[in-house]
């Protein structure tokens, strides 16, 4: 299955702007929704949307969030751009779809005031492919997820989650849990399916554990 027609690395554009943003990641065939207001970043969603609709978006190194110009973390995703609008304060609501995770291999001075890239995707080539999940044992990832989201109070439609690819449940609670940046960000460099769905089930039972630890009563 092809994301927007883009089949293979060699699809994609090795030049990408880039959007740094500390907690947020993004997996292929996922979504995200953005409020743009920097003049830097509503620019690049101009150019973005004069051309190819694409936008790489990618951590700040850990800790150097809050930088006026960050290191970056290794690896980010490109999304394209697939909704649009602009609110009466000239702010733009945008969503992204994901289509593919790369390596940042050097930055480049592209004439814009937004950081550029040239990147490479072939790493992670299998993005471009729906994984089965097969391997994994999803009644245990539910469980987790059960647990995590009732401790936490969060309002979740099981019934659609159940009938979601495992793929998908995986890569969507990894974006939306708020762990922290650096294991969000362990979370996108997992590079297979299986890889990653073993580290957030890991992230899932810490912190139910931590939860239910500090609820015990006192001896």
Request: net charge negative.
């Amino acid at each position: 299955m092809s994301t927007f027609g883009f089949r293979k690395p060699e699809d994609l554009p090795q030049t990408l702007a880039l959007f740094p943003l500390d907690g947020v990641i993004l997996f292929p065939r996922s979504v995200i929704s953005l409020n743009v207001f920097e003049p830097r970043y509503l620019n690049m969603v101009d150019d973005a949307l004069g051309g190819e609709r694409l936008i790489g978006i990618i951590q700040p190194a850990t800790g150097e969030d809050g930088e006026p110009t960050p290191h970056l973390a290794d690896v980010g995703s490109v999304g394209r751009i697939t909704g649009f609008n602009e609110t009466d304060d000239g702010r733009y609501l945008i969503t992204l779809t994901g289509i593919c995770r790369f390596d940042l291999e050097q930055e480049i001075e592209g004439g814009t005031p937004y950081r550029q890239a040239l990147v490479n995707y072939q790493p992670f080539a299998g993005d471009f492919r729906q994984a089965s999940g097969a391997g994994i044992d999803r009644p245990a990832l539910m469980k987790s997820l059960k647990t995590y989201a009732q401790l936490h109070g969060f309002q979740v439609d099981w019934s659609a989650v159940d009938g979601a690819p495992t793929e998908t449940v995986i890569n969507v609670a990894a974006q939306l849990c708020p762990f922290d940046a650096a294991a969000k960000q362990a979370l996108l460099e997992s590079v297979s399916i299986e890889e990653r769905a073993q580290a957030l089930v890991a992230l899932l039972e810490w912190d139910n554990a931590a939860d239910d630890q500090n609820k015990r009563p006192l001896q």
